[in-house]
């Protein structure tokens, strides 16, 4: 799956070239042809060392890559999926599926989703579901799911149902 990173990475600005040119032109801006190349270099997710970084997200599937996003659309990471401002569609974290402010319909993780300051419709972790400030229709976690001062409306978890408190420290309201 290594080998592919260059070549999905490839097709995601593709992709990304011809929505934003789309939209663009489709919004009244004047655009010529030649213009998809600056928007295909902006949208494509550049490999430093280990680490893919983006405007729009990429995907790193390299052995202990993570992939950083500014504004995420879509993240694939062997290890940790950051995004800042999302739009997500999907974000997949070996280790951590990190969404800052945004919105994101799937958050999955094999250990810890977090969710700051964002609506999600679904987060799936093997470990723990963490909702900060936010929305959540459906948390799935392994271990322990959390609230923080949002709303969860289903959880499914050993642990479920953990809610921050006035005092900030986590507060067990029900165990399975």
Known sequence: ??????SLNVLFSVVMTIVIFSALKYSGIDLV?????PIFLISYPWKIKKNV???FGGIN???????YSLIGIFQIAARNAVCLFGLLVFQEGGRLAYCFLGLSLLQKSREVVVSVLSLSLFQRAKRI?????GFSLFQKASYKA???FGIVFFQSAKYKGYYL???????KRQKI
């Open 1 to 6: 799956m290594e080998k592919l990173n260059g």
């Open 33 to 37: 042809w030649y213009w998809c190349f």
């Open 53 to 55: 970084y983006s405007l």
């Open 61 to 67: 599937m390299s052995r202990g890559g993570n992939v």
């Open 129 to 133: 579901a963490i909702c900060l400030f």
């Open 146 to 148: 959390y609230c923080g």
């Open 165 to 171: 408190s006035d005092s900030m420290r986590f507060v």
